[in-house]
C-alpha cells in the first residue's frame, strides 16, 4: 500500500498522513509552518540552494495526482497524465487523496510570499505528475505510469509506495528506465504493515528509501532490510496538502520524496552525470550511521545533501550495458572493496637456464664417478 496513505482506512501514529491540516489563512500560520520544516535545518538546505535548486530537472511522481491549485505548487506542475479514468481524461493535476500533493511539495514546492509556506528541496525543479490508483499493484497502472514518465522527460521518479508481491510488467519497466538514465526512488516501506522491503524499491538499481527522526536516528517506522540504499527524514513531515492547506505525517514516503528531491538538485548541477553517477555521489558522501559502512537501517547512511553537491567524489564504474546498476555497487568510501592479492612472481628466465644447467653438469659429474 501507499507508505504514507494508511490515514483513509485509519488513524495511525506510524501511516499518519495530514491527520492535521492547518489553513493558511493568515501568513503568520504560513511562516509557522516553515517553521515546522524540521527537515529543511536538518538538512541544511539554505546552504544546499546556494550551490542547486534543481533547475531544469522534471520529476516524475507516480502517485495520487498533484493538485496543481495549492498556492505553493504555483507554475511547478506540468501537465501529466491521469491512468485512472477510461479514455485518459485528465493530466494528474488533480487529487481526491492527497498523498501525491504531499509528495509533489516535499520535492519542489516553492512557498510564497518570500519565506511562506513549504519549501521544497528543489524549488525550482518542476513535477510531472502521474495519477495511478491509490494502491500499488503488481505490474498495472503504476509500470504504465512509470513507462510514460520516461518518455515524457523525467529525469528522477519518485514512487512514495510498496507492494510485498513483485510483477514482470512493473520490474521491466524499473528495468527500462534505469536503461534510459533516470534515478529511480522507492519507499522502503512502513511497519507494521510492511516487515521486509518492499518493491519496487526492492529491485536492483533503485534507491530504497528507510527513514529517520528528528536527531537522525532511524525511525521506528521504516522498515529495514539488505535492500535498503539511504535514509531521509521521515517523522512529522510538514507539507502542502489539499485545498491550499499544509499537512503533517510520518513515513518513508516522505524519506522518498525528500531523496527524490536530493537526487534532482544533483542532477541540476552536474548534468553530465549518468544516474549511477547520481546515485554513487549521494551514497557516497552520506553520513555513516548504525555500523560501519551499509546496513539494513540507514543504508550508506544518512542523505548529506551539501556534501553531495560540493564534495569530491571519484567516479565510478559503469555496469554492464544492459544491466541496472545497482546503487550498492557503486559504493561509497566507508564500504571498502578488498584489496586485491599480491601479484605471484615467477622464475626469471637466466636463473631457470642456468639451474637446468647445473643439474645436467652435476648429473654427469655423477655418471662419471660411477663408472669410475
Known amino acids: 500500500m501507499w507508505a504514507c496513505l494508511g490515514w483513509a ?53 507516480i502517485d495520487t495526482g498533484v493538485d496543481a491549485t495549492h498556492p505553493d505548487l504555483a507554475n511547478a506542475v506540468l501537465p501529466g497524465i491521469d491512468l485512472t479514468t477510461t479514455g485518459r481524461v485528465g493530466d494528474g493535476r488533480t487529487d481526491i487523496h492527497g498523498h501525491g500533493t504531499v509528495m509533489a511539495g516535499l520535492i519542489a514546492a516553492r512557498g510564497h510570499d518570500r519565506n511562506a509556506g513549504v519549501l521544497g528541496i528543489a524549488p525550482k525543479a518542476t513535477i510531472l505528475p502521474v495519477r495511478v490508483k491509490r494502491y500499488l499493484e503488481p505490474g498495472g497502472r503504476v509500470s504504465e ?38 534515478v529511480v526512488v522507492a519507499a522502503a516501506g512502513n511497519r507494521p504493515d510492511d516487515r521486509t522491503v518492499s518493491f519496487p524499491a526492492a529491485y536492483p538499481g533503485v534507491i530504497a528509501a528507510a527513514g529517520v527522526d528528528q536527531h537522525g536516528n532511524h525511525a521506528s517506522v521504516s522498515v529495514t532490510g539488505p535492500e535498503v540504499v539511504l535514509a531521509a527524514p521521515a517523522v512529522d513531515i510538514v507539507s502542502t496538502y489539499l ?20 537526487a534532482a538538485l544533483v542532477r541540476a548541477k552536474y548534468p553530465n552525470l549518468t544516474a ?4 554513487h555521489r549521494l551514497t557516497a558522501t552520506a553520513t555513516d550511521k548504525g555500523p560501519p559502512g551499509r546496513d539494513e537501517q540507514y543504508g550508506y547512511g544518512v542523505i548529506d545533501i551539501v556534501k553531495a553537491l560540493t564534495a569530491d567524489v ?35 628466465i637466466g636463473l631457470l637456464a642456468a639451474s637446468t644447467l647445473t643439474l645436467g653438469l652435476l648429473a654427469v659429474a655423477i655418471a662419471w664417478y660411477r663408472r669410475r
Open 276 to 279: 549511477t553517477q547520481v546515485i
Open 145 to 182: 505510469g512509470i513507462e510514460w514518465a520516461v518518455r515524457n522527460g523525467a529525469r528522477v521518479i519518485c514512487i512514495a509506495g510498496s507492494n510485498d508481491s513483485t510483477g514482470t510488467e512493473m520490474q521491466q519497466a524499473i528495468e527500462a528506465a534505469i536503461r534510459a538514465d533516470v
Open 314 to 348: 571519484p567516479p565510478t564504474p559503469e555496469p554492464t550495458a544492459g544491466t541496472p546498476a545497482r546503487p550498492s555497487v557503486a559504493g561509497p568510501p566507508h564500504d571498502p572493496v578488498p584489496p586485491a592479492p599480491p601479484p605471484r612472481r615467477g622464475i626469471p
Open 243 to 262: 485545498g491550499s492547506r499544509y499537512s503533517h505525517g510520518t513515513g518513508t514516503s516522505n524519506a522518498t520524496a525528500i531523496i527524490a528531491g536530493a
Open 9 to 61: 482506512a485509519r488513524v495511525c501514529t506510524t501511516l499518519l498522513l495530514a491527520a492535521v491540516t492547518i489553513a493558511p489563512a493568515k501568513p503568520a500560520v504560513a511562516d509557522d509552518i516553515r517553521n515546522r520544516q524540521w527537515h529543511l535545518r536538518f538538512l541544511n538546505i539554505a546552504e544546499a540552494h546556494r550551490h542547486s535548486q534543481g533547475e531544469g530537472v522534471v520529476v516524475g511522481v
